[in-house]
Each structure stands twice: as structure tokens, then as C-alpha cells.
């Protein structure tokens, strides 16, 4: 949500300590060290046990129901202030306290909307989802949400507001760069660690934004339709392993509305599917202003009402607060549609009061869940350690894509007497943009300041901004200019450009290329940024393009001629030496592409089968008519040659990929392969198995992810790597009976290094 219009919960857990690695000698780069290894005895637990967990208090639940009054309960159900929601104090019922993620404690914002001064809000900025993704490894997920639960308990935040996991529809959606992935099953992986990370340090996480919402353009009144398919196989996986695997207790209504009725308060989503299919136990939390209905909020599954529509109620706000936001009075929230409107109807209607008392109920269980009742101690938590700044160094260092190594021009050599880094985001820093995710950042090391820590004091580096940011602008021939001298005057150029998030709280409209409520204006490269590489790479061959940016970018117009272009997304508050670290070799980039780039914007298959952003004739509409087909999975079934293909990321080192053994069961299969590291440097590879089914009576993709591995190995090095496939790896989800169904017949399994990438195949029969 915006940040005048929404606030969110953060809860987040510092557990895990990323070990340290001395730098090797140069001509000898490091692998990315081992993925985290921080556990708990709870993070053991299957989901269905911690779903259970939430009832471990319906005793002492029901003991509070019959003590509460009617005004009492309606007090509970909707927010008492910008990140609060209503407690009853004679009962020691605590108000909730929620705070923005998801990669980040949010700056505070007290009990209104401005922003304190003085206050202690400087915390760890995590790199964006999209960076977790790439590196492919769950127990960086965990390890992810650990400094997160920890972080908000230190902060006395219940509950933070992330996960975001939606579907990576279109390269235009302003918000791609806090969510996973295009794919779901990768999203599910990663999201399962993220969760138990948080909730393992007494805190709730808060997985969003549920469901379809997949563009910021329309986001508020925009009615979405798809195929019963396309929601069971694509859009709601990643929901559905967050509850049963991961056993969230928490989960954030979307804004949208999905096949006729906001999605928030949509009987289908809410009840049948989340609460009645997939038994969810906990508390279902509306974004900020995404409640529209007292009725259907009431009956159709919405349990906590937060923020709402400001404008509505600027009248009944003090207009003596300071020029800004106004000031918001208590009486204010009472205007809600679960304050004073929910009252009414209860009372002239009592067979609404159990709906009531449901919502209440699932609110006890997340404050028993969040160790807010009975005078529960949760751990302490810790703020910006330096274990939280290793962890966040860690998944940068492995969310970094190589995507381009011609000629080895990467890693670079130290001893390079003069280095040109060029781009204006070689110093910008971004914790404080791309809206409510925005984070105060205890300090942000920028890719210039990394580049010149690698270096040394005695390195000779040049640098030129090359292009402004600024909404709008085009080729600036003089910055230009200045770039190319500098590039012709160096023995190596580095560029750093790509995309930019809005700025701050108070601009942070400005330049919104990834950002919240806004989508992108189209895929190139802003601020006339291809007339600038192109200029470079012409002075200077040996130049390597570092892209900074939330998603899929269109580099079709340079990427011929440029030898190097490394993918570093939002790399947080360690990033500019994370990106040193790889460009130099101290470590060797494992990173993958969790979404394919496509060559050009008209290539991606919601915007060359589906519609985007809505029905011509009809803003409000929208159909999703590439229906399955999303990512990779057009791409390859419809023999589109992508820019990079999902999973793609080069290393320094090589990888052989051993003959499949492929051991059938009744409904499932064990797929066995020996890699090995056949390089002379250390190094991580992501082992991808993609399943085919050969012949189907429904049109399936062409191979979809099934199961992924992440493997560390030195030179030499071999292992061998059991992957297990059940019954819903082959599977699809038949419309008619309303039921996964998995055909007898041949499957194909493909594994490689990315979908168009496969070493192996093999063949078992169902």
C-alpha cells in the first residue's frame, strides 16, 4: 500500500551468523560461501503442526470471548492508529502492533502517519525479494527471516508484513522487486523459509498480497479473471505452501478484486479456498484500505480491517495538525467499515455476532502465537548487528547473476592500474524508496564506495554520473561525454545503471521505476541510458554492465556488444561490497534468474497473450488470457527466444552433470545425478529438474520446475544429489472434477543449469 494510505507488520528473527571466508589470491576466486545453516527445532515442525500450534490456546480463548462485550470485540477488528489495531485493556488484551516489510523494519511512524524524528529506526536493510530468490537457496530464507523476526521483537513490533510473494505477471509491475519469482514452485520453496525465520523468533509473519494482484497499475479498482487452472497451478501455490508448510499466521488481503468481488472479503478466496480447503487457523488482515463492505467483510473471511481511503476522512480530522498529513484522531477509526458500521449491523442483526467472534478468536490465537498474552516473554531480539549485516552481505553475494562473461572478462584483476566506474546509481542508495517497503538503513554501502573498499586507498578510480534521474529525461549528450573520456582513459570501465526506486517518503513518486502504486512506462532502460552504455562500450571495450533494478530490464539495444553484464538487483545495505566481492573474485557468483528476460516487452505472454494493464474499452477488467503459459512457461513452450532464460547465472567455474538414474514409483519418482566441479576455482551450482509430460489430454507446458538444489563444491569435488518427486510433480488441476489429476503415461525429466539449459534427460513411466 501507499504510505499515506497503508502501513504494514513486521516481525522479524536474527538467528543466523553467516560464517567468514579470508579472499583468496586473485587468480583464484572464492565461491559463494555455503548457504546458511542456521536452524531451530521448531523450523522442523511440518506446517500442519504449527497450524495446529495456533490452537494450542482455545481454552483460554473462549474464557476471554464471554468476558468481552459486543463494542469490546468491534474494538478489536479494525485499526486503532496507522500500524495499530484495537486491545481491550481490562482483559490485558494488548493492541497489535504491525510494521512494513518485507525486507526491512519500516522508519517508525508512531501512531499517525508522519514520520518520528529522533526515533532509534535504523535498522538492517535486506536486499529486495527478488535478490532472495536468486540465490535459490531456502536456508538463506530462513536465515532471511530470522533478521527480520529479530529486528521487529527488538523494535516491539507483533507482526511484520511480508512475505510478498505474487506471481511475476509482467516486466511493468512497479512491485516485482519485492516478490520471488514467475514460477511457483520457486516462490513455495523460498517462501516456506522466510516464514518459519520470522515465526521462529516469536513474532508473525504476514505473507501477501492474496490474490492476483500482479500490477499497481489499477490495483485499487481493477477486476481480475482467470482459468480455475491458472489460479490452482501458477497464482496460488506459493499461498497455499505458506499456510501448510510454512504455517503463517498471518496472511494480507490484495486490493483487487477477482472475479467480481474485492479480494479481500472474497467468499471464493477467503472462505472456500484458504479457511475451508487449505484450513487456515489464523488471522486474515486486509491492506490498507482494501475493505469495501461492512457485509461482505463481515461474512466473507476479512478479519482485521487496517487503513482505509484518508480522503474520506479528512473532514473529521484535526485541521490544526501541521501542513502535511493531518492529524488523525482516535475517533477517526471508528468510521472504519468494521468500527461503528460492523456495530450496527451486529446489533440489529445477532446471528452476525459468531462471524464476529471468529475474528476475534483468530486474533487471541495470533497474540498467544506472538507471546503478546499472559505475560509471555519473546525473545529480546537484536538490532543491526553485525550478524544481521553478514546475513544481508550473504544473500547479496548469492543473488548476484553473472549473465554475461565473454572472453572471462569477469572476475577482474585488482591490479588493474585504472578503472572508469560510470552510472548514476554507482552512488545512490535506495533503502529509503519503492514505498511502503521503504527502510532507514543504518548506513548503505553504494557500489562505487564497495568498488573503492576492494580497491584500496591507492586505487586510481574515475567516476562520471553519465545520466541524471529525473522523471523523464533523455540522453544527456555533455554527461555523456564526460563518461566516454573517462572510459577511454581507464583499463577497465564499469557501468552501473539499470532502474531506480522513488527516492524517499516525501518524493518517492518521483522516478518510480520500482515502486510501489506505480507500474513501469515500459521496459527500456531509463534516463537515456542505452545512447550512454553504447557510447561506453565503443570507447571502451572492456567495460562490464552492472544493472541495478527490480525486474526484467531490455538491454536488446547493447547487449551484443558488451562483454560483461552482471544482474545485481537491490543488493541492501552490504551491496555495494557484495558486488565488489564478485566483480573481483573473492567470491564467484551462483546467483540464478528466478524470471526470464525477455528480448523485448511485446515478447512477455501477458502482454502478447493476455492483457495488461486492462480490457480496451474497459479499464476496470482484466483477463489473464495467456492462462498457464507465464514466464518460461511461454517461452519455451511457444518457442520465444528469450534475452536470459529463467535460471540462468554463469560462474567462474565449470560443471559436469553425471548420467540420470530415474527410480518410478506408483505416483511418484527418485531422480539420482552426480555433479561435479570441474573448474579450478570453488563454486555453487543450482541443479534445475524440469518435468514434461509427453502426451496429456489438456495442453501442458513445454517443462515446468519441480525441484531445484543448490550445490557447493571445490575444484574436483563431486556429489551426488537425490531429488525426490511426488505425485503432484506430474500432476494438473482438471477444471471438470475440480481435482489435481496426474495422467498414466511417459514423463520426461530434464535437468540442467536453467530451462534452456539441460545437461540431462530421462524418462519414467506412471
Known amino acids: 500500500m501507499l504510505f499515506e494510505s497503508r502501513s504494514r507488520a513486521f516481525l522479524m528473527a536474527a538467528l543466523f551468523c553467516a560464517t567468514t571466508q579470508v579472499a583468496p589470491a586473485q587468480t583464484k576466486p572464492a565461491t559463494t560461501r555455503p548457504g546458511a545453516t542456521a536452524t531451530s527445532a521448531k523450523s522442523a515442525a511440518t506446517g500442519a503442526n504449527r497450524q495446529q500450534a495456533l490452537l494450542a490456546n482455545e481454552a483460554k480463548i473462549d474464557q476471554l470471548l464471554k468476558k468481552l462485550t459486543l463494542e469490546e470485540k468491534i474494538a478489536m477488528v479494525h485499526a486503532t492508529s496507522s500500524f495499530n489495531s484495537g486491545g481491550v485493556k481490562r482483559l490485558g488484551i494488548p493492541e497489535m502492533e504491525t510494521s512494513d516489510g518485507p525486507h526491512g523494519v519500516r522508519l517508525e511512524h508512531g501512531r499517525d502517519w508522519q514520520p518520528d524524528e529522533g ?18 537457496n531456502p536456508a538463506l530464507g530462513y536465515a532471511f527471516g530470522t533478521v527480520l523476526g529479530s529486528e521487529a521483537s527488538f523494535r516491539g ?12 505477471r509482467t516486466p511493468l509491475n512497479g512491485r516485482n522487486f519485492e516478490y520471488l519469482s514467475e514460477d511457483p514452485h520457486l516462490v513455495s520453496k523460498m517462501v516456506v523459509g522466510y516464514i518459519r525465520g520470522v515465526q521462529d523468533q516469536g513474532v508473525s509473519a504476514c505473507v501477501k498480497h492474496y ?26 501455490p506459493g499461498f497455499k ?6 504455517g503463517v499466521n498471518t496472511l494480507m488481503g490484495s486490493y483487487n478484486k477477482f472475479r467480481g468481488q474485492y479480494a479481500t472479503h472474497n467468499a471464493y478466496l477467503m472462505n472456500d479456498i484458504l479457511k475451508g480447503e487449505w484450513g487456515f487457523k489464523g488471522l486474515v488482515i486486509s491492506d490498507w484500505g482494501s475493505v469495501h463492505n461492512t457485509m461482505e467483510g463481515l461474512r466473507n473471511g476479512t478479519d482485521l480491517e487496517m487503513g482505509t481511503d484518508l480522503s474520506l476522512m479528512y473532514s473529521s480530522v484535526d485541521q490544526t495538525a501541521s501542513a502535511g498529513m493531518p492529524k488523525l484522531t482516535p475517533a477517526l477509526y471508528d468510521r472504519f467499515f468494521f468500527g461503528t458500521a460492523a456495530l450496527d449491523a451486529i446489533k440489529k442483526d445477532k446471528s452476525l455476532e459468531p462471524l464476529l467472534d471468529d475474528k476475534v478468536r483468530r486474533i487471541l490465537r495470533v497474540m498467544y502465537a506472538t507471546n503478546m498474552m499472559d505475560g509471555a516473554k519473546r525473545k529480546a531480539g537484536a538490532y543491526n548487528t553485525p550478524e544481521h549485516q553478514a546475513t544481508a552481505l550473504k544473500v547479496a553475494e548469492e543473488g548476484i547473476v553473472l549473465l554475461k562473461n565473454e572472453g572471462n572478462i569477469l572476475p577482474l584483476k ?6 572508469a566506474v560510470i552510472g548514476a546509481n554507482a552512488t545512490r542508495e535506495n533503502a529509503l524508496g519503492g514505498g511502503s517497503s521503504q527502510v532507514k538503513a543504518k548506513y548503505e554501502i553504494t557500489p562505487l564506495q564497495g568498488l573503492q573498499k576492494a580497491l584500496g586507498p591507492q586505487a586510481n578510480i574515475t567516476y562520471a554520473p553519465g545520466y541524471k534521474i529525473a522523471r523523464g529525461q533523455m540522453a544527456d549528450p555533455e554527461l555523456i561525454a564526460q ?51 553504447k557510447a561506453v562500450l565503443a570507447a571502451n571495450p572492456n567495460t562490464v554492465v552492472v544493472l541495478l533494478n527490480g525486474g526484467p530490464i531490455d538491454v536488446s539495444a547493447w547487449a551484443g556488444q558488451a562483454k560483461g553484464i552482471v544482474e545485481a538487483w537491490y543488493p541492501g545495505m552490504e551491496g555495494g561490497n557484495a558486488l565488489a566481492h564478485v566483480l573481483f573474485g573473492d567470491v564467484n557468483p551462483s546467483g540464478k534468474l528466478p524470471m526470464t528476460f525477455p528480448v523485448k516487452l511485446e515478447d512477455s505472454p501477458a502482454h502478447k497473450l493476455g492483457e495488461y494493464p486492462s480490457t480496451p474499452g474497459d479499464p476496470l477488467k482484466q483477463t489473464y488470457k495467456e492462462d498457464i503459459f507465464v514466464g518460461y512457461r511461454y517461452f519455451d513452450t511457444y518457442k520465444v527466444a528469450p534475452q536470459f532464460a529463467f535460471g540462468h547465472g554463469l560462474s567462474y567455474t565449470s560443471f559436469e552433470y553425471g548420467k540420470l538414474a530415474v527410480k518410478p514409483g506408483k505416483q511418484s519418482a527418485t531422480v539420482t545425478l552426480t555433479v561435479r566441479n570441474t573448474g579450478k576455482v570453488p563454486g555453487a551450482e543450482v541443479v534445475q529438474l524440469y518435468v514434461k509430460d509427453e502426451q496429456a489430454s489438456v495442453k501442458r507446458p513445454e517443462k ?12 574436483g569435488e563431486s556429489k551426488t544429489l537425490t531429488m525426490n518427486l511426488g505425485a503432484d510433480a506430474f500432476s494438473y488441476y482438471d477444471e471438470a472434477k475440480k481435482q489435481w489429476v496426474l495422467e498414466p503415461g511417459s514423463f520426461n525429466v530434464l535437468v540442467g543449469s536453467s530451462s534452456r539449459d539441460i545437461r540431462q534427460t530421462g524418462t519414467v513411466k506412471l
Do not use: C
Open 119 to 136: 526515533a532509534n529506526d535504523s535498522g538492517t536493510y535486506l536486499p529486495t525479494g527478488n535478490t532472495l530468490a536468486s540465490t535459490w
Open 157 to 168: 513490533k507483533d507482526i511484520i508484513l511480508g512475505p510478498g510473494i505474487n506471481i511475476i
Open 211 to 236: 490474490a492476483a494482484n500482479n500490477q499497481e497499475e489499477h490495483r485499487n479498482d481493477i477486476d481480475v479473471n482467470m482459468s480455475e487452472r491458472a489460479l490452482r497451478e501458477i497464482y496460488l
Open 241 to 246: 505452501a505458506a499456510v501448510q508448510e510454512a
Open 414 to 419: 585488482k591490479s588493474t592500474k585504472t578503472f
Open 483 to 533: 563518461a566516454v573520456a573517462a572510459a577511454k582513459a581507464a583499463d577497465v570501465a564499469i557501468i552501473v545503471g539499470g532502474a531506480t526506486h522513488g527516492y524517499d517518503y516525501k518524493v518517492w513518486s518521483d522516478n518510480a521505476y520500482d515502486a510501489e502504486g506505480y507500474d513501469k512506462p515500459d521496459m527500456h532502460m531509463p534516463f537515456g541510458q542505452d545512447e550512454l552504455i
Open 704 to 715: 515446468e520446475l519441480k525441484a531445484f538444489e543448490k550445490v557447493f563444491l571445490k575444484p
